[in-house]
Structure formats: C-alpha cells, structure tokens
DNA sequence: TATTGTTATACTCTATAACTATA
DNA sequence: TATAGTTATAGAGTATAACAATA
C-alpha cells in the first residue's frame, strides 16, 4: 500500500485527462448517435458487433461477457433486451448444454449495418478530423500498448477469485 | 446524412476501438478504486477535484455542470450526495441569488487528499507503467487536439439551443 | 466441485418536464 | 424573457446473491 509516490508530471496528467476526456465525449457522443439511428445503446451496439464480427455471427454468453466486462446478470439483461427486439436469438448449445449461444439475427445484422454507417461518419467526424495519418498510426501503437498492458494487469483486489488459468 | 463514405482503414479502427477500450478499462479500474477507499463514484471524485482545483474550493453549480457535462438535475442528485456526505456545502452566492456555491468542506478537502493518492497510483501502474515519457508527450499531445476538436465541435442535432453566444 | 446462466432484488445514476425565484 | 437551480418521476443499467442445471 503504497502511501506515497512521486507526483505526476503535468504532462503525466495531460495525457491522463485527455484519455479520459476524449473516451468520456466519444463515447457520449456515439451512444447519442446510435440511440438516434437505432435504438441502441452503446453497449448493446457492441454487442451486435460482436456478433457480427464472429464466424457465423453467434457466441457463448460468456464469452461476450468476458469480451465485453459485464457482470454475467448484466449481460443477461441486455441479450433479453436484444432478443425482445428480435435482433438476436438465443440457442442451446449442442456441444455443452450449460451453455447459450446467442446468434445475430437477420434483422440484427440489417439494423447493425445499417447503423454502422453513421456510427463510422460520427467517428470520423468527431475524432479523426483533427489526425493526420501519422496520428493515428501512433495514437494505435500507443495505446494498443497500454490496453495490453490493462487487459494483462489483474485490477488489484479483484481478479484472484475463481478462474481457470488462475 | 452522408448515407456512405470511405469505410476506416485498419490503423483509424484500430485507434478508435483502443482509445474507447483503454477509456472504459481506466474508468472502471479507477472507479473501483475510488469507491473502495473513499465511498466515492468517479463524478464525485471529479466534483471533488474540480472544486479542490478551484481558487478557494469552491464554484457555481452551472460552472461545475459546464464543465463535466451533466445535466443539470443531475448534479443536484450527485452534489446532494456528497452534501448528506458533508464533503461539501452549499452557500448561497451574495453576488447573483439565483445561483447556489459549493464549496468544499474541511472534512472533503482530507478526503480527496487521501483518495487523490491512491487514484493517482492507480492510474500509474495501469496506464503508465507500459509507456516511456515519448509516449506520454505524444499521446498528451494528439489527445489534446482531438479534446479540443471535441469540444469544439457541437454534437451535431444538440447544442444549436439555447446558448447565450448561439 | 466447477462452470454456465438466470432470477430476484436493490440501488445508482441519468434525463425530462414542470416549477420557483432571481436578473 | 432568460438564467439558476430544484423536484418529481420514470427508466436504464448494474451488481450481488441465491439458485438450477450441466460438466
């Protein structure tokens, strides 16, 4: 428990705040967008991203979950969500029966691409404007490092509880 | 409505899902630190911080709502909290009688002290830890314009309200 | 015994609209 | 008339714990 570390430097909390900032306005302004276009929150946009962007357009539940850090009764909640709006169907899985598979459905897959349309012009809009190319190439090496480097890092307490691997 | 338009290259996606990835991974870690050692959600943190910031800590509540996006009533319900909490107080301003002041109490200025510690060791060992200070200067910098293209930029269909320069 | 998933429940947060009061 | 802020209310989302079923 470290009680005291060298203070940040100011451009240390530069970086912090605009990761921060820039996430928290991104993600507001497609949540907004997606609403509008779809019905959709952003969460459930991913959802269907997800799906559409696996082999045959279905996963496990827990793979969503783990994919997308949901707490698994959360994921339940937004998968009845899709499904009462007929965008995906749920399957018993033939190889494990403990398991659901959720599989996009046609009207899934119409309303994800035509929603992604606009999804990607908002972006484009409201993010990469201000990048040249050379931004962006160095924004993705950036911070694809440090989403490793999250993704790998156990959050501190948590974690250690019950996993396979573990 | 630009129904269609050059679909991303590989390096913007991959830009694009890194920061929202590295957003919502540094939100959640830094939430859960917050709420552990200091009872606090990340905006209340933020409302904290903004008036631990501030001159003499403390600011108008539509200064405090500009600044972290939320809505008005929002706020209130958020500022109630932390005033049930005695972490701030509300005054009455002797300039404008319309507007309330919140300003931070002797019991909330020791506890941002003390939550600011371990937030800002959160924050290094899962954000900094993977990146050299070139990183740091470049990300701060391409960041910052994108933060500044955002804020500039109205989130299309809203904004053009009521807005006194409008 | 571990894993997959659901349900019940309670809680937090957010937004909208109607409202009061001051400028 | 515009601005500052509150309240009531309703809805979305989340998490926890208890549970059932399969591996």
Same mark, same amino acid.
């Given at each position: 428990?470290?009680?005291?570390?060298?203070?940040?430097?100011?451009?240390?909390?530069?970086?912090?705040?605009?990761?921060?900032?820039?996430?928290?306005?991104?993600?507001?302004?497609?949540?907004?967008? &997606?609403?509008?276009?779809?019905?959709?929150?952003?969460? #459930?946009?991913?959802? !269907? $991203? +997800?799906? *559409?962007?696996? %082999?045959?357009?279905?996963?496990?539940?827990?793979?969503?979950?783990?994919? &997308?850090?949901?707490?698994?009764?959360?994921?339940?909640? #937004?998968?009845?969500? !899709? $499904? +009462?709006? *007929?965008?995906? %169907?749920?399957?018993?899985?033939?190889?494990?029966?403990?398991?659901?598979?959720?599989?996009?459905?046609?009207?899934?897959?119409?309303?994800?691409?035509?929603? !992604?349309?606009?999804?990607?012009?908002?972006?484009?809009?409201?993010?990469?404007?201000?990048?040249?190319?050379?931004?962006?190439?160095?924004?993705?090496?950036?911070?694809?490092?440090?989403?490793?480097?999250?993704?790998?890092?156990?959050?501190?307490?948590?974690?250690?509880?019950?996993?396979?691997?573990?």
């Amino acid at each position: 428990m470290p009680e005291d570390s060298a203070p940040p430097r100011p451009d240390q909390l530069a970086a912090y705040f605009a990761v921060m900032e820039v996430g928290n306005l991104l993600q507001h302004a497609v949540d907004q967008q &997606l609403r509008e276009e779809g019905g959709l929150s952003y969460i #459930q946009f991913q959802i !269907l $991203a +997800a799906l *559409g962007e696996s %082999a045959e357009g279905r996963q496990r539940m827990t793979d969503i979950a783990d994919r &997308l850090v949901h707490s698994r009764s959360g994921l339940t909640y #937004q998968v009845s969500q !899709l $499904a +009462a709006s *007929g965008l995906v %169907a749920k399957e018993s899985s033939p190889e494990d029966e403990r398991s659901v598979v959720v599989a996009l459905t046609p009207k899934g897959r119409e309303l994800l691409g035509r929603v !992604l349309t606009g999804h990607i012009e908002t972006v484009r809009r409201i993010f990469f404007t201000p990048l040249n190319d050379e931004d962006v190439t160095v924004l993705g090496d950036v911070l694809g490092r440090v989403r490793d480097h999250m993704r790998a890092v156990p959050p501190r307490s948590a974690a250690p509880r019950r996993k396979r691997g573990q």
